[in-house]
């Protein structure tokens, strides 16, 4: 038998002829296919690693109908709480053999629908990560994206495992440490008004104005990013807050350091804290004070719910992490 050219690639074709069966049978024993009798198949394992061959992961996904590999759908991959998220679920999927495909919405509504389902008919399964669309929307396109995992939004039903922080209880965490600093005018830098974790915080606040009627909150629409929170600064200053609870770490950053060009100094006339404890929070001067979320292990969680449901298991049960309050210089006593 004359061996095929070594200048070009080694085919199915060469493999099955080298072994001496069809192409079908060749196949299944790429595939792990248990039907084919053990000595057929080694026969065929041997002609292989003869020529060197292995199979296409493109021929390999059409032959047993999946890709292996999982999109991820973000709301805004500029923000390093999700980079947190993603670097949790990649390394996971790695090591059970998936790639993961990243999808941003970039904060659209009508964007993130689009994408979901785009991405998911070229994968086996999807992550939605902070969905913002409304709940009506989100209920019906979850049975449409099956298998789906949610981060940081409940499902409407427990057929869809969710994985999330409890921003509810970080919030109140972050107005208990401002309220025994002595401060009772504060400001809370609301996130997108669509967004799930915003409203769960807004009701931390609305919770401790209640317990506390001695304190004042007041809610300023802000965003989610550097800019947005610098651009907020002067509204913070004519509130006469003494406190800023912003939405996320970016934003505190964004305004912290449009006080600073306005020579207002941080805590000494106002105190900020942030939400997430993005890498660069601890290296803020002074360091941000800030609710700490274990985003790595909020993907990697993702993965094992999103792993049982590919193989036909029950998912884990939803699971709420509780942030972890890092006291740090840009908060302290009202003076």
């Known amino acids: 038998?004359?061996?095929?050219?070594?200048?070009?690639?080694?085919?199915?074709?060469?493999?099955?002829?080298?072994?001496?069966?069809?192409?079908?049978?060749?196949?299944?024993?790429?595939?792990?296919?248990?039907?084919?009798?053990?000595?057929?198949?080694?026969?065929?394992?041997a002609a292989a690693e003869e020529l060197n061959y292995s199979a296409s992961p493109l021929a390999r996904s059409l032959v047993l109908g999946k890709t292996n590999t999982i999109a991820v759908v973000v709301p805004d991959l500029s923000n390093p709480t999700f980079h947190g998220v993603l670097r949790g679920l990649s390394r996971a999927a790695g090591r059970d053999g998936y790639h993961i495909l990243i999808a941003d919405s970039a904060e659209s509504i009508a964007e993130e629908r689009i994408l979901a389902v785009e991405t998911r008919r070229r994968c086996d399964g999807i992550v939605l990560c902070a969905p913002r669309m409304a709940e009506a929307d989100l209920n019906p396109l979850l049975t449409e994206l099956r298998p789906v995992v949610l981060v940081n939004r409940e499902a409407g039903s427990s057929s869809t495992p969710v994985v999330a922080a409890d921003y509810r209880a970080g919030l109140s965490e972050l107005l208990d440490l401002l309220y025994g600093y002595g401060h009772r005018s504060l400001v809370y830098l609301a996130g997108p008004p669509q967004s799930a974790s915003n409203a769960h915080r807004l009701e931390a606040v609305r919770e401790f104005l209640h317990d506390h009627p001695d304190t004042a909150v007041e809610v300023l629409p802000c965003g989610v990013n550097f800019a947005e929170g610098s651009e907020v600064a002067e509204r913070v200053l004519s509130s006469s807050a003494t406190g800023v609870l912003a939405f996320n770490d970016l934003v505190a950053m964004g305004l912290m350091s449009a006080l600073g060009k306005r020579g207002i100094r941080v805590p000494g006339q106002v105190s900020v804290v942030?939400?997430?404890?993005?890498?660069?929070?601890?290296?803020?001067?002074?360091?941000?004070?800030t609710a700490?979320?274990?985003?790595?292990?909020?993907?990697?969680?993702?993965?094992?719910?999103?792993?049982?449901?590919?193989?036909?298991?029950?998912?884990?049960?939803?699971?709420?992490?509780?942030?972890?309050?890092?006291?740090r210089g840009s908060a302290g006593p009202v003076r």
């Open 1 to 45: 038998m004359t061996d095929p050219s070594p200048a070009r690639p080694r085919t199915i074709a060469d493999v099955a002829a080298r072994a001496g069966v069809s192409l079908a049978t060749v196949s299944r024993v790429m595939n792990g296919n248990p039907s084919v009798d053990e000595a057929l198949a080694e026969k065929v394992r």
């Open 292 to 327: 700490s979320v274990p985003v790595t292990e909020l993907g990697e969680q993702a993965w094992h719910r999103i792993w049982d449901l590919l193989n036909d298991r029950a998912p884990g049960h939803a699971i709420s992490f509780r942030p972890r309050i890092e006291s």
């Open 274 to 289: 942030g939400f997430d404890d993005i890498p660069f929070a601890r290296y803020m001067t002074p360091p941000l004070t």
